[in-house]
């Protein structure tokens, strides 16, 4: 997990929506969407749970926004 990720989660964990996390990060949406997608699977987990309003963290995902804010 690089650093770019590690920004991606912590943002998205604290805005909770991909609108809002993307617009803070001066990226696209999609690609956060991606990103994020893309590290569940490496790690093969589920991070957040995807709600009609927004995102919220899993307790896996819970764990990793707790050790990526401790670093």
Excluded: H, W
């Amino acid at each position: 997990m690089d650093l770019r990720e590690q920004k991606y989660v912590c943002t998205l964990a604290e805005l909770g929506t991909l609108t809002r996390a993307a617009e803070r990060l001066y990226i696209s949406q999609p690609a956060v969407s991606m990103t994020i997608k893309k590290l569940e699977e490496s790690l093969g987990t589920t991070l957040f749970l995807r709600k009609p309003r927004g995102v919220v963290l899993t307790e896996n995902g819970r764990l990793l926004y707790d050790g990526v804010k401790q670093a």
